[in-house]
Nanobody, 126 residues
Framework: QVQLVESGGGLVQAGGSLRLSCAAS????????MGWFRQAPGKEREFVAA???????YYKDSVKGRFTTSRDGAKNRVYLQMNSLKPEDTAVYYC????????????????????WGQGTQVTVSS
């Protein structure tokens, strides 16, 4: 079993920055691919960013150049650095994880992930 706990959400003005953190425990973090998703009120959950076990990354087009995901194996944590935030980035952000035998592969669909955190609210005011 893997437990994921997100932190770092909050209220920020447009143009500001936040860094989300996801702490993983319970299994071998290094063999897990990680992902970030978000869900805005009245909308479906959507993919934001993914990072493979080897550290390769992939982003939703609308966040490219503004968001960066990274992982720290020593701390069993994955991060989502969000810069130049926009009101449309307002959502609950979720961290997700799945075991993988392919260290270079990342996953962009929510059904591909096994474990989920509880979510953290990000609100961007205009």
């Amino acid at each position: 079993q893997v437990q994921l706990v997100e932190s770092g959400g909050g209220l920020v003005q447009a143009g500001g920055s936040l860094r989300l953190s996801c702490a993983a425990s319970g299994r071998t973090f290094s063999s897990f691919a990680m992902g970030w998703f978000r869900q805005a009120p009245g909308k479906e959950r959507e993919f934001v960013a993914a990072i493979s076990a080897a550290g390769g990354t992939y982003y939703k087009d609308s966040v490219k150049g503004r968001f960066t995901t990274s992982r720290d194996g020593a701390k069993n944590r994955v991060y989502l650095q969000m810069n130049s935030l926009k009101p449309e980035d307002t959502a609950v952000y979720y961290c997700a994880a799945r075991a993988t035998s392919y260290s270079g592969r990342y996953y962009t669909q929510d059904y591909e992930y096994t474990y989920w955190g509880q979510g953290t609210q990000v609100t961007v005011s205009s």
